[in-house]
Protein backbone atom coordinates (compact mmCIF):
# COMPACT_ATOMS: atom_id res chain seq x y z
CA UNK A 1 0.00 0.00 0.00
CA UNK A 2 0.85 3.07 -0.68
CA UNK A 3 4.35 1.94 -2.11
CA UNK A 4 5.56 4.35 -3.93
CA UNK A 5 5.86 8.09 -3.35
CA UNK A 6 6.93 11.21 -4.73
CA UNK A 7 7.66 14.51 -3.38
CA UNK A 8 6.27 17.17 -5.78
CA UNK A 9 7.41 20.02 -5.95
CA UNK A 10 4.71 22.12 -6.56
CA UNK A 11 3.13 20.77 -3.70
CA UNK A 12 5.83 22.96 -1.47
CA UNK A 13 4.46 25.99 -2.94
CA UNK A 14 1.40 25.00 -1.90
CA UNK A 15 2.29 24.65 1.32
CA UNK A 16 3.96 27.86 1.70
CA UNK A 17 1.16 30.02 1.18
CA UNK A 18 -0.37 29.56 4.23
CA UNK A 19 -0.75 26.23 5.54
CA UNK A 20 -2.86 27.66 8.18
CA UNK A 21 -5.56 29.47 6.05
CA UNK A 22 -5.79 25.74 3.94
CA UNK A 23 -7.10 24.11 7.54
CA UNK A 24 -9.18 26.88 8.17
CA UNK A 25 -10.82 26.19 5.14
CA UNK A 26 -10.96 23.24 6.01
CA UNK A 27 -12.34 23.73 9.37
CA UNK A 28 -14.82 26.13 7.11
CA UNK A 29 -16.27 23.35 4.99
CA UNK A 30 -16.85 21.42 7.59
CA UNK A 31 -19.14 23.68 8.98
CA UNK A 32 -20.97 24.17 6.14
CA UNK A 33 -21.01 20.53 4.95
CA UNK A 34 -23.40 19.83 8.60
CA UNK A 35 -25.86 17.24 6.89
CA UNK A 36 -29.02 17.71 7.25
CA UNK A 37 -31.74 15.34 8.15
CA UNK A 38 -33.72 15.51 4.56
CA UNK A 39 -29.99 15.13 3.24
CA UNK A 40 -29.87 11.52 5.17
CA UNK A 41 -33.02 10.25 3.30
CA UNK A 42 -31.97 11.46 -0.11
CA UNK A 43 -30.42 8.49 -0.90
CA UNK A 44 -33.68 6.34 -0.50
CA UNK A 45 -35.76 8.59 -2.10
CA UNK A 46 -36.63 12.62 -2.74
CA UNK A 47 -39.02 13.64 0.08
CA UNK A 48 -40.37 12.37 3.44
CA UNK A 49 -43.31 10.87 1.91
CA UNK A 50 -40.46 7.81 0.86
CA UNK A 51 -40.12 7.35 4.64
CA UNK A 52 -43.28 7.49 5.96
CA UNK A 53 -43.70 4.37 4.15
CA UNK A 54 -41.11 2.21 5.09
CA UNK A 55 -41.88 -0.32 8.01
CA UNK A 56 -41.30 0.79 11.78
CA UNK A 57 -38.02 -0.83 11.94
CA UNK A 58 -36.54 1.74 9.14
CA UNK A 59 -36.16 4.33 11.76
CA UNK A 60 -34.26 7.38 11.24
CA UNK A 61 -31.23 6.16 13.37
CA UNK A 62 -31.04 3.37 10.54
CA UNK A 63 -31.14 5.27 7.79
CA UNK A 64 -28.63 7.99 9.26
CA UNK A 65 -26.66 4.28 10.30
CA UNK A 66 -27.00 3.16 6.74
CA UNK A 67 -25.89 6.50 4.90
CA UNK A 68 -22.92 7.14 7.46
CA UNK A 69 -21.74 3.63 6.07
CA UNK A 70 -22.64 4.16 3.00
CA UNK A 71 -19.74 7.46 3.04
CA UNK A 72 -17.28 4.92 4.72
CA UNK A 73 -17.51 2.43 1.55
CA UNK A 74 -17.15 5.96 -0.35
CA UNK A 75 -13.65 7.04 1.27
CA UNK A 76 -12.67 2.88 1.15
CA UNK A 77 -12.85 2.84 -2.34
CA UNK A 78 -10.69 6.39 -2.98
CA UNK A 79 -7.98 5.08 -0.44
CA UNK A 80 -7.68 2.24 -2.92
CA UNK A 81 -7.72 4.12 -6.12
CA UNK A 82 -5.07 6.21 -4.54
CA UNK A 83 -2.87 3.17 -3.34
CA UNK A 84 -2.90 1.77 -7.03
CA UNK A 85 -1.51 4.85 -8.12
CA UNK A 86 2.34 5.81 -8.56
CA UNK A 87 2.38 8.78 -6.53
CA UNK A 88 0.03 11.15 -4.23
CA UNK A 89 0.20 15.12 -3.32
CA UNK A 90 2.49 14.86 -0.02
CA UNK A 91 4.34 18.30 1.20
CA UNK A 92 5.77 19.99 4.00
CA UNK A 93 4.32 18.69 7.70
CA UNK A 94 1.29 20.23 8.52
CA UNK A 95 0.77 23.01 11.49
CA UNK A 96 -0.86 19.86 13.26
CA UNK A 97 2.48 17.83 12.88
CA UNK A 98 5.00 20.77 13.29
CA UNK A 99 4.21 20.90 17.32
CA UNK A 100 5.09 18.48 20.20
CA UNK A 101 3.32 15.21 19.58
CA UNK A 102 -0.12 15.06 21.72
CA UNK A 103 -3.11 12.02 21.07
CA UNK A 104 -6.12 13.03 19.70
CA UNK A 105 -8.81 12.79 21.87
CA UNK A 106 -12.07 12.23 20.76
CA UNK A 107 -14.57 12.53 23.82
CA UNK A 108 -17.55 11.20 22.35
CA UNK A 109 -21.16 11.80 22.23
CA UNK A 110 -21.26 14.39 24.94
CA UNK A 111 -25.56 15.42 25.43
CA UNK A 112 -26.79 14.53 21.79
CA UNK A 113 -25.86 11.27 19.68
CA UNK A 114 -27.49 12.47 16.75
CA UNK A 115 -25.60 16.05 16.73
CA UNK A 116 -22.39 13.86 17.08
CA UNK A 117 -23.52 11.24 14.66
CA UNK A 118 -23.87 14.40 12.22
CA UNK A 119 -20.53 15.74 13.16
CA UNK A 120 -18.92 12.09 12.20
CA UNK A 121 -20.94 12.64 8.78
CA UNK A 122 -19.74 15.71 7.74
CA UNK A 123 -16.17 14.30 8.45
CA UNK A 124 -16.75 11.55 6.18
CA UNK A 125 -17.87 14.24 3.52
CA UNK A 126 -14.77 16.43 4.53
CA UNK A 127 -12.56 13.47 4.28
CA UNK A 128 -13.93 12.18 0.62
CA UNK A 129 -13.27 16.44 -0.63
CA UNK A 130 -9.96 16.24 0.89
CA UNK A 131 -9.26 12.74 -1.38
CA UNK A 132 -10.60 14.27 -4.15
CA UNK A 133 -8.99 17.41 -4.27
CA UNK A 134 -4.81 18.66 -4.51
CA UNK A 135 -4.65 19.10 -0.96
CA UNK A 136 -1.58 16.88 0.98
CA UNK A 137 -2.97 13.60 1.79
CA UNK A 138 -1.72 14.27 5.27
CA UNK A 139 -4.21 16.24 6.08
CA UNK A 140 -6.74 13.72 5.23
CA UNK A 141 -4.86 11.09 7.50
CA UNK A 142 -5.07 13.46 10.32
CA UNK A 143 -8.74 13.58 9.72
CA UNK A 144 -8.81 9.85 9.72
CA UNK A 145 -7.78 9.78 13.30
CA UNK A 146 -10.31 11.05 14.40
CA UNK A 147 -13.00 9.48 12.12
CA UNK A 148 -11.88 6.07 13.89
CA UNK A 149 -12.07 7.43 16.89
CA UNK A 150 -15.81 8.94 16.82
CA UNK A 151 -16.75 5.46 14.63
CA UNK A 152 -15.61 3.88 17.78
CA UNK A 153 -17.60 5.95 20.05
CA UNK A 154 -20.59 5.18 17.81
CA UNK A 155 -20.00 1.52 18.53
CA UNK A 156 -19.59 0.75 14.52
CA UNK A 157 -16.69 -1.02 15.20
CA UNK A 158 -16.27 -2.92 11.67
CA UNK A 159 -16.13 0.12 10.07
CA UNK A 160 -13.73 1.86 12.80
CA UNK A 161 -11.32 -1.32 11.78
CA UNK A 162 -11.34 -0.62 8.31
CA UNK A 163 -10.93 3.23 8.62
CA UNK A 164 -8.50 2.27 11.34
CA UNK A 165 -5.99 -0.24 8.81
CA UNK A 166 -5.89 2.58 5.95
CA UNK A 167 -5.16 5.51 8.77
CA UNK A 168 -2.23 2.67 9.98
CA UNK A 169 -1.34 1.88 6.87
CA UNK A 170 -0.75 5.96 5.60
CA UNK A 171 1.16 6.71 8.69
CA UNK A 172 3.48 3.74 7.94
CA UNK A 173 3.95 5.05 4.63
CA UNK A 174 4.91 8.89 6.61
CA UNK A 175 7.00 7.23 9.23
CA UNK A 176 9.41 6.00 6.72
CA UNK A 177 9.99 9.59 5.84
CA UNK A 178 10.47 10.81 8.32
CA UNK A 179 10.41 8.67 11.38
CA UNK A 180 10.77 11.28 14.44
CA UNK A 181 7.77 13.09 12.92
CA UNK A 182 5.40 10.10 12.25
CA UNK A 183 5.79 7.32 14.32
CA UNK A 184 3.91 8.42 17.39
CA UNK A 185 1.20 8.91 15.36
CA UNK A 186 1.89 5.31 13.88
CA UNK A 187 1.73 4.05 17.38
CA UNK A 188 -1.69 5.88 18.20
CA UNK A 189 -3.25 4.68 15.42
CA UNK A 190 -1.73 1.10 16.09
CA UNK A 191 -3.88 1.18 19.38
CA UNK A 192 -6.63 2.02 18.23
CA UNK A 193 -6.64 -0.20 15.29
CA UNK A 194 -6.14 -2.75 18.22
CA UNK A 195 -8.75 -1.94 20.25
CA UNK A 196 -11.32 -2.16 16.89
CA UNK A 197 -10.10 -5.62 16.34
CA UNK A 198 -10.62 -6.73 20.03
CA UNK A 199 -14.37 -5.09 19.60
CA UNK A 200 -14.90 -7.65 16.57
CA UNK A 201 -13.74 -10.49 18.35
CA UNK A 202 -10.39 -10.42 16.06
CA UNK A 203 -8.05 -11.21 18.92
CA UNK A 204 -5.01 -12.37 16.76
CA UNK A 205 -4.83 -9.36 14.76
CA UNK A 206 -5.23 -7.05 17.74
CA UNK A 207 -2.21 -9.04 19.12
CA UNK A 208 0.02 -8.33 16.01
CA UNK A 209 -1.19 -4.15 15.83
CA UNK A 210 -0.44 -3.85 19.71
CA UNK A 211 2.94 -5.80 19.36
CA UNK A 212 4.17 -3.27 16.38
CA UNK A 213 2.86 -0.34 18.72
CA UNK A 214 5.13 -1.76 21.54
CA UNK A 215 8.42 -2.27 19.51
CA UNK A 216 8.02 1.26 17.84
CA UNK A 217 7.54 2.70 21.22
CA UNK A 218 10.14 1.20 22.82
CA UNK A 219 12.44 2.85 19.44
CA UNK A 220 10.91 6.34 20.25
CA UNK A 221 11.92 6.38 24.27
CA UNK A 222 14.50 8.53 25.61
CA UNK A 223 15.49 10.26 28.05
CA UNK A 224 14.45 13.74 26.49
CA UNK A 225 11.27 12.31 25.19
CA UNK A 226 8.27 14.35 25.59
CA UNK A 227 5.99 12.99 28.31
CA UNK A 228 3.89 11.44 25.42
CA UNK A 229 6.01 9.77 24.12
CA UNK A 230 7.11 8.22 27.33
CA UNK A 231 3.02 7.67 27.97
CA UNK A 232 2.65 6.11 24.94
CA UNK A 233 3.93 2.80 25.64
CA UNK A 234 2.48 2.78 28.78
CA UNK A 235 -0.78 2.73 26.91
CA UNK A 236 0.90 0.09 24.54
CA UNK A 237 1.96 -2.03 27.02
CA UNK A 238 -1.64 -1.92 28.71
CA UNK A 239 -3.35 -2.78 25.41
CA UNK A 240 -1.29 -5.91 24.61
CA UNK A 241 -1.55 -6.70 28.38
CA UNK A 242 -5.49 -6.81 27.76
CA UNK A 243 -4.86 -8.82 24.78
CA UNK A 244 -3.07 -11.43 26.62
CA UNK A 245 -5.92 -11.55 29.30
CA UNK A 246 -8.64 -12.22 27.14
CA UNK A 247 -6.07 -15.16 25.62
CA UNK A 248 -6.06 -16.62 28.88
CA UNK A 249 -2.53 -15.95 29.85
CA UNK A 250 -3.25 -14.13 32.78
CA UNK A 251 0.79 -14.49 33.91
CA UNK A 252 2.07 -12.65 30.72
CA UNK A 253 -0.87 -10.29 30.89
CA UNK A 254 0.58 -9.46 34.08
CA UNK A 255 4.06 -8.81 33.48
CA UNK A 256 2.79 -6.39 30.36
CA UNK A 257 0.54 -4.57 32.65
CA UNK A 258 3.66 -3.92 35.10
CA UNK A 259 5.69 -2.44 32.33
CA UNK A 260 2.56 -0.24 31.44
CA UNK A 261 2.01 0.93 35.34
CA UNK A 262 5.92 1.75 35.45
CA UNK A 263 5.80 3.89 32.07
CA UNK A 264 3.60 6.43 33.76
CA UNK A 265 4.96 6.05 37.30
CA UNK A 266 8.51 6.56 36.40
CA UNK A 267 7.63 10.07 34.58
CA UNK A 268 5.91 12.09 37.26
CA UNK A 269 4.80 9.83 40.36
CA UNK A 270 8.25 8.89 41.61
CA UNK A 271 9.07 12.82 41.92
CA UNK A 272 6.28 13.20 44.19
CA UNK A 273 5.64 10.02 46.06
CA UNK A 274 7.77 8.29 47.97
CA UNK A 275 6.10 4.75 47.44
CA UNK A 276 5.06 3.91 43.56
CA UNK A 277 3.73 0.42 44.30
CA UNK A 278 0.13 -0.56 43.91
CA UNK A 279 -0.77 -0.34 48.13
CA UNK A 280 -3.58 2.22 48.73
CA UNK A 281 -2.93 5.26 50.42
CA UNK A 282 -6.24 6.06 51.74
CA UNK A 283 -4.77 9.41 53.76
CA UNK A 284 -3.76 10.76 49.92
CA UNK A 285 -6.30 14.26 49.59
CA UNK A 286 -7.28 15.87 46.46
CA UNK A 287 -4.44 18.75 46.61
CA UNK A 288 -1.51 15.27 46.59
CA UNK A 289 -3.41 13.45 43.49
CA UNK A 290 -3.84 16.79 41.60
CA UNK A 291 0.23 17.94 42.54
CA UNK A 292 1.20 14.02 41.67
CA UNK A 293 -0.77 14.02 38.56
CA UNK A 294 0.20 17.91 37.06
CA UNK A 295 2.29 17.08 34.63
CA UNK A 296 -0.04 14.56 33.03
CA UNK A 297 -2.36 15.45 30.36
CA UNK A 298 -6.28 14.14 30.57
CA UNK A 299 -5.63 11.37 28.60
CA UNK A 300 -2.70 10.33 30.18
CA UNK A 301 -4.61 10.31 34.05
CA UNK A 302 -7.45 8.06 32.01
CA UNK A 303 -4.77 5.73 30.23
CA UNK A 304 -2.76 5.74 33.74
CA UNK A 305 -5.89 4.27 35.61
CA UNK A 306 -7.04 2.54 33.12
CA UNK A 307 -3.60 0.66 33.15
CA UNK A 308 -4.57 -0.09 37.13
CA UNK A 309 -7.68 -1.56 36.56
CA UNK A 310 -5.91 -4.23 33.88
CA UNK A 311 -3.46 -4.82 36.41
CA UNK A 312 -6.18 -5.62 38.87
CA UNK A 313 -7.53 -7.92 36.33
CA UNK A 314 -5.16 -9.58 35.57
CA UNK A 315 -4.07 -9.65 39.49
CA UNK A 316 -7.50 -11.64 39.69
CA UNK A 317 -6.78 -13.54 37.21
CA UNK A 318 -3.81 -14.93 38.82
CA UNK A 319 -6.11 -15.05 42.11
CA UNK A 320 -4.50 -12.16 43.98
CA UNK A 321 -7.61 -11.08 45.17
CA UNK A 322 -6.24 -8.46 47.74
CA UNK A 323 -3.88 -6.72 45.73
CA UNK A 324 -6.45 -6.73 42.44
CA UNK A 325 -8.79 -4.74 45.01
CA UNK A 326 -5.77 -2.54 46.06
CA UNK A 327 -5.22 -1.18 42.20
CA UNK A 328 -8.57 -0.79 41.08
CA UNK A 329 -9.13 1.67 44.73
CA UNK A 330 -5.80 3.46 43.36
CA UNK A 331 -7.56 3.74 39.69
CA UNK A 332 -10.43 4.99 41.58
CA UNK A 333 -8.37 7.81 43.42
CA UNK A 334 -6.79 8.52 40.46
CA UNK A 335 -9.49 9.49 38.50
CA UNK A 336 -11.58 11.23 42.00
CA UNK A 337 -9.03 13.40 43.15
CA UNK A 338 -6.86 14.36 39.99
CA UNK A 339 -8.82 17.70 40.00
CA UNK A 340 -9.32 16.90 35.83
CA UNK A 341 -12.90 17.51 34.55
CA UNK A 342 -15.16 14.55 34.87
CA UNK A 343 -16.30 14.50 31.44
CA UNK A 344 -19.15 11.42 30.79
CA UNK A 345 -16.33 9.33 29.74
CA UNK A 346 -14.17 10.12 32.90
CA UNK A 347 -17.65 9.71 34.53
CA UNK A 348 -17.98 6.04 33.12
CA UNK A 349 -14.68 4.93 33.73
CA UNK A 350 -14.94 6.01 37.55
CA UNK A 351 -18.92 4.18 37.55
CA UNK A 352 -17.00 1.01 35.80
CA UNK A 353 -14.33 1.04 38.62
CA UNK A 354 -16.88 1.21 41.24
CA UNK A 355 -18.91 -1.11 39.69
CA UNK A 356 -16.34 -3.73 39.69
CA UNK A 357 -15.48 -2.69 43.55
CA UNK A 358 -18.92 -3.48 44.58
CA UNK A 359 -18.98 -7.16 42.94
CA UNK A 360 -19.43 -10.17 44.35
CA UNK A 361 -16.00 -11.67 43.45
CA UNK A 362 -14.36 -9.01 45.48
CA UNK A 363 -16.79 -9.86 48.93
CA UNK A 364 -13.95 -11.95 50.07
CA UNK A 365 -11.90 -8.85 50.57
CA UNK A 366 -14.46 -6.17 50.14
CA UNK A 367 -17.22 -6.02 53.36
CA UNK A 368 -20.53 -6.35 52.17
CA UNK A 369 -21.36 -2.57 53.45
CA UNK A 370 -18.28 -1.08 51.67
CA UNK A 371 -19.72 -3.09 48.10
CA UNK A 372 -23.18 -1.72 48.94
CA UNK A 373 -22.21 1.96 49.43
CA UNK A 374 -19.73 1.37 45.88
CA UNK A 375 -22.65 0.24 43.66
CA UNK A 376 -24.73 2.92 45.01
CA UNK A 377 -22.04 5.48 44.00
CA UNK A 378 -22.06 3.80 40.72
CA UNK A 379 -25.56 3.54 40.01
CA UNK A 380 -25.90 7.20 40.77
CA UNK A 381 -23.17 7.85 38.16
CA UNK A 382 -25.08 5.55 35.45
CA UNK A 383 -28.32 7.69 36.40
CA UNK A 384 -26.65 10.49 35.39
CA UNK A 385 -25.17 9.34 32.35
CA UNK A 386 -28.45 7.83 31.16
CA UNK A 387 -30.10 10.60 30.89
CA UNK A 388 -27.28 12.04 28.51
CA UNK A 389 -27.11 8.69 26.72
CA UNK A 390 -29.66 6.08 27.96
CA UNK A 391 -28.99 3.63 24.65
CA UNK A 392 -25.11 3.73 25.46
CA UNK A 393 -25.25 3.13 29.21
CA UNK A 394 -28.57 1.45 30.56
CA UNK A 395 -27.08 -2.01 30.33
CA UNK A 396 -24.03 -1.03 32.94
CA UNK A 397 -26.95 0.70 35.30
CA UNK A 398 -28.36 -2.59 35.17
CA UNK A 399 -25.50 -4.44 35.84
CA UNK A 400 -24.86 -2.02 38.63
CA UNK A 401 -28.37 -2.26 40.01
CA UNK A 402 -28.02 -5.97 39.72
CA UNK A 403 -24.72 -5.62 42.42
CA UNK A 404 -26.96 -4.29 44.57
CA UNK A 405 -29.56 -6.01 45.14
CA UNK A 406 -27.31 -9.12 45.31
CA UNK A 407 -25.57 -7.59 48.15
CA UNK A 408 -28.61 -6.29 49.82
CA UNK A 409 -29.68 -10.14 49.59
CA UNK A 410 -26.83 -11.34 51.42
CA UNK A 411 -27.60 -8.75 53.87
CA UNK A 412 -30.67 -10.21 54.59
CA UNK A 413 -32.21 -6.67 53.69
CA UNK A 414 -35.08 -8.87 50.62
CA UNK A 415 -37.79 -6.19 51.25
CA UNK A 416 -35.15 -3.57 49.58
CA UNK A 417 -33.83 -6.09 47.51
CA UNK A 418 -36.76 -7.15 45.83
CA UNK A 419 -37.24 -3.10 45.14
CA UNK A 420 -34.16 -3.00 43.19
CA UNK A 421 -34.65 -6.50 41.41
CA UNK A 422 -37.79 -5.31 40.46
CA UNK A 423 -36.33 -2.03 39.05
CA UNK A 424 -33.55 -3.61 37.45
CA UNK A 425 -36.19 -5.73 35.59
CA UNK A 426 -38.08 -2.83 34.50
CA UNK A 427 -35.45 -1.52 32.82
CA UNK A 428 -33.93 -4.09 31.27
CA UNK A 429 -37.06 -4.50 29.31
CA UNK A 430 -35.28 -1.72 27.08
CA UNK A 431 -32.68 -3.38 25.95
CA UNK A 432 -33.79 -5.44 23.41
CA UNK A 433 -30.29 -6.88 22.46
CA UNK A 434 -29.66 -8.57 26.39
CA UNK A 435 -33.05 -9.92 26.90
CA UNK A 436 -31.31 -12.66 29.00
CA UNK A 437 -30.05 -9.92 31.89
CA UNK A 438 -33.77 -9.20 32.27
CA UNK A 439 -34.76 -12.90 32.56
CA UNK A 440 -31.89 -13.14 34.87
CA UNK A 441 -33.09 -9.91 36.99
CA UNK A 442 -36.39 -11.73 37.15
CA UNK A 443 -35.38 -14.66 38.16
CA UNK A 444 -33.82 -13.04 41.19
CA UNK A 445 -36.55 -11.34 41.96
CA UNK A 446 -38.57 -14.45 42.18
CA UNK A 447 -36.00 -15.62 44.08
CA UNK A 448 -36.55 -12.68 46.40
CA UNK A 449 -40.10 -13.07 46.43
CA UNK A 450 -39.75 -16.61 47.88
CA UNK A 451 -37.57 -15.62 50.44
CA UNK A 452 -40.59 -13.13 51.72
CA UNK A 453 -43.37 -16.00 51.76
CA UNK A 454 -44.54 -14.63 49.12
CA UNK A 455 -45.05 -17.69 46.43
CA UNK A 456 -47.98 -16.64 44.22
CA UNK A 457 -45.64 -13.57 43.36
CA UNK A 458 -42.77 -15.36 43.15
CA UNK A 459 -44.47 -17.88 40.57
CA UNK A 460 -46.03 -14.91 38.56
CA UNK A 461 -42.43 -13.57 38.46
CA UNK A 462 -40.36 -16.86 37.83
CA UNK A 463 -42.96 -17.63 34.53
CA UNK A 464 -42.06 -14.34 33.09
CA UNK A 465 -38.64 -15.38 33.75
CA UNK A 466 -38.55 -18.59 31.80
CA UNK A 467 -40.29 -17.11 28.93
CA UNK A 468 -37.84 -14.61 28.25
CA UNK A 469 -34.95 -17.61 28.61
CA UNK A 470 -37.00 -19.70 25.82
CA UNK A 471 -37.32 -17.12 23.41
CA UNK A 472 -33.88 -15.77 24.12
CA UNK A 473 -31.57 -18.79 24.64
CA UNK A 474 -31.25 -21.72 22.53
CA UNK A 475 -32.03 -25.43 23.55
CA UNK A 476 -28.34 -26.17 24.98
CA UNK A 477 -28.68 -23.17 27.29
CA UNK A 478 -29.23 -24.81 30.99
CA UNK A 479 -31.23 -21.76 32.40
CA UNK A 480 -34.75 -22.69 30.58
CA UNK A 481 -34.52 -25.87 32.54
CA UNK A 482 -33.28 -24.30 35.62
CA UNK A 483 -36.17 -22.23 35.67
CA UNK A 484 -38.98 -24.57 35.21
CA UNK A 485 -37.46 -26.42 38.22
CA UNK A 486 -37.60 -23.32 40.17
CA UNK A 487 -41.09 -22.82 38.91
CA UNK A 488 -41.97 -25.97 39.59
CA UNK A 489 -40.64 -25.10 43.34
CA UNK A 490 -42.70 -21.95 43.46
CA UNK A 491 -45.91 -23.52 42.53
CA UNK A 492 -46.05 -26.09 44.76
CA UNK A 493 -45.19 -23.73 47.69
CA UNK A 494 -47.80 -21.57 46.42
CA UNK A 495 -50.47 -24.80 46.53
CA UNK A 496 -50.78 -24.88 42.97
CA UNK A 497 -49.68 -28.18 42.63
CA UNK A 498 -50.83 -29.19 38.89
CA UNK A 499 -48.98 -26.64 37.02
CA UNK A 500 -46.34 -27.44 39.61
CA UNK A 501 -46.42 -30.82 38.47
CA UNK A 502 -46.56 -29.18 34.96
CA UNK A 503 -43.67 -27.12 35.35
CA UNK A 504 -41.24 -30.06 36.61
CA UNK A 505 -42.12 -32.40 33.99
CA UNK A 506 -41.30 -29.42 31.42
CA UNK A 507 -38.04 -29.58 33.38
CA UNK A 508 -37.12 -32.91 33.10
CA UNK A 509 -37.67 -33.65 29.66
CA UNK A 510 -35.34 -30.90 29.24
CA UNK A 511 -32.97 -32.00 32.01
CA UNK A 512 -32.84 -35.47 30.14
CA UNK A 513 -31.67 -33.42 26.34
CA UNK A 514 -29.35 -31.99 28.23
CA UNK A 515 -28.11 -35.20 30.32
CA UNK A 516 -27.75 -36.81 26.50
CA UNK A 517 -24.55 -34.82 26.16
CA UNK A 518 -23.12 -34.88 29.33
CA UNK A 519 -24.64 -37.23 32.04
CA UNK A 520 -22.55 -36.26 34.94
CA UNK A 521 -23.44 -32.96 35.03
CA UNK A 522 -27.09 -33.49 34.72
CA UNK A 523 -28.31 -36.66 36.11
CA UNK A 524 -28.00 -35.13 39.36
CA UNK A 525 -30.80 -32.47 38.13
CA UNK A 526 -32.93 -34.99 37.31
CA UNK A 527 -32.96 -37.04 40.64
CA UNK A 528 -33.76 -33.46 41.88
CA UNK A 529 -36.88 -32.89 39.77
CA UNK A 530 -38.38 -36.19 40.27
CA UNK A 531 -37.88 -35.74 44.22
CA UNK A 532 -39.68 -32.40 44.12
CA UNK A 533 -42.08 -33.92 41.38
CA UNK A 534 -42.96 -36.66 44.15
CA UNK A 535 -43.66 -33.69 46.84
CA UNK A 536 -46.29 -32.30 44.13
CA UNK A 537 -47.75 -35.34 43.56
CA UNK A 538 -48.22 -36.32 47.00
CA UNK A 539 -49.40 -33.31 47.94
CA UNK A 540 -52.09 -33.19 44.77
CA UNK A 541 -52.77 -36.78 46.10
CA UNK A 542 -51.77 -38.67 43.26
CA UNK A 543 -50.05 -41.34 45.09
CA UNK A 544 -49.37 -43.90 42.43
CA UNK A 545 -47.43 -41.40 40.26
CA UNK A 546 -45.56 -40.30 43.45
CA UNK A 547 -44.27 -43.56 43.84
CA UNK A 548 -43.44 -44.74 40.68
CA UNK A 549 -41.55 -40.88 40.03
CA UNK A 550 -40.01 -41.02 43.59
CA UNK A 551 -38.98 -44.98 43.14
CA UNK A 552 -37.26 -43.32 40.05
CA UNK A 553 -35.36 -40.84 41.31
CA UNK A 554 -33.72 -43.21 43.70
CA UNK A 555 -31.77 -44.53 40.59
CA UNK A 556 -29.50 -41.99 39.66
CA UNK A 557 -29.20 -41.16 43.20
CA UNK A 558 -27.74 -44.95 43.55
CA UNK A 559 -25.63 -44.79 40.36
CA UNK A 560 -24.66 -41.74 42.06
CA UNK A 561 -23.43 -43.39 45.12
CA UNK A 562 -22.30 -46.56 43.32
CA UNK A 563 -20.05 -44.30 41.40
CA UNK A 564 -18.71 -42.30 44.19
CA UNK A 565 -17.91 -45.80 46.02
CA UNK A 566 -16.13 -46.87 42.34
CA UNK A 567 -13.96 -43.87 42.55
CA UNK A 568 -12.81 -44.51 46.47
CA UNK A 569 -11.79 -48.13 45.38
CA UNK A 570 -10.14 -47.38 43.10
CA UNK A 571 -7.88 -44.54 44.55
CA UNK A 572 -7.53 -47.28 47.28
CA UNK A 573 -6.38 -49.55 44.90
CA UNK A 574 -3.90 -47.08 43.09
CA UNK A 575 -2.22 -46.31 46.69
CA UNK A 576 -1.81 -50.09 47.07
CA UNK A 577 -0.06 -50.29 44.04
CA UNK A 578 2.20 -47.30 44.55
CA UNK A 579 3.07 -48.90 47.62
CA UNK A 580 3.74 -52.20 46.41
CA UNK A 581 6.58 -50.69 43.91
CA UNK A 582 8.33 -48.27 46.46
CA UNK A 583 8.57 -51.88 48.51
CA UNK A 584 9.34 -53.72 45.89
CA UNK A 585 12.32 -52.15 44.26
CA UNK A 586 13.68 -51.25 47.81
CA UNK A 587 14.08 -54.88 47.95
CA UNK A 588 15.60 -55.40 44.22
CA UNK A 589 18.22 -53.02 45.37
CA UNK A 590 19.06 -54.94 48.65
CA UNK A 591 18.86 -58.38 46.60
CA UNK A 592 18.90 -57.98 42.92
CA UNK A 593 19.17 -61.41 42.14
CA UNK A 594 16.09 -62.85 44.29
CA UNK A 595 14.02 -59.66 44.55
CA UNK A 596 14.06 -58.29 40.42
CA UNK A 597 10.66 -60.54 39.24
CA UNK A 598 9.08 -59.59 42.19
CA UNK A 599 9.39 -56.00 41.69
CA UNK A 600 8.35 -56.20 37.70
CA UNK A 601 5.36 -58.12 39.02
CA UNK A 602 4.51 -55.06 41.55
CA UNK A 603 4.97 -52.99 37.92
CA UNK A 604 2.80 -54.89 35.64
CA UNK A 605 -0.16 -54.48 38.47
CA UNK A 606 0.33 -50.98 39.44
CA UNK A 607 -0.15 -50.84 35.26
CA UNK A 608 -2.90 -52.83 35.48
CA UNK A 609 -4.97 -50.45 37.83
CA UNK A 610 -3.89 -47.57 36.27
CA UNK A 611 -5.79 -49.27 32.97
Same mark, same amino acid.
Request: glycine residues 4%; aromatic residues 10%; negative net charge.
Given at each position: ??????????? &? $?? !??????????????????????????????????? &??????????????????????????????????????????????????????? &??????? +????????????????????????????????????????????????????????????????? %??????????????????????????????? $????????????????????????????????????? *??????????? #????? $????????????????? %? +?????? %?????????? @?????????????????? /??????????????? +??????????????????????????? *??????????????????? /??????????????????????????????????????? @? *??? #???????????????? +??????????????????????????????????????????????????????????????????????????????? @??? #??????????????????????????????????????????? @??????????? $? !??????????????????????????????????????????
Amino acid at each position: MFAVMRIEKRL &V $VI !GGRNITNSVNTHKEISIKRRVSNESLIAFMGSNQR &VLSKLPPEMTADFISDTYLRLQIDSIDGYLNDLSSKNSYPIEAPLEEYLRPYQPV &VHLGPLT +DRNVFKQDIIAQTLEIQACLRSDFSIQTGAWSMVNLCAGLYSLEMYEEAASMGLWTVNLFRTFAK %TNPAMYSSYLVHGLRHLSWSYIKINDNDKAK $VAIEEAISISHRLQSPFANPEIKFQLGGASTQFARVL *YLEGDCAASLQ #AVEEG $VRAYEEVVIKHYLPNTS %T +DYHPLW %TTNTWAQALE @RFSVKAICDYSMALDQLS /FSLQGMGQLEDAVQA +DMKALDILRYSGIYLSSDVAANMAALL *YRLSHQQFHTVISLDQALL /FAQHSINIYQDLCKEDKQKHILYLCEALYEKANTLGKLE @R *YDE #ALAVWKETSDLAKDII +DDQVLRADALNQLSWSYRKLERHDEAATIRTESVMVYQTALNSTSDKTAHGYFNLGVDLRLAGRYSEAIEALQTSITKY @RAL #AFNDPDRYTKNIAMTLNQLTHAFIYSNQHEEAFHDGHESLKPS @RNYDRQRFNCR $V !GIHCVERANYSVICARGLAKKSPEECNMSFIQAILSQAIVLC
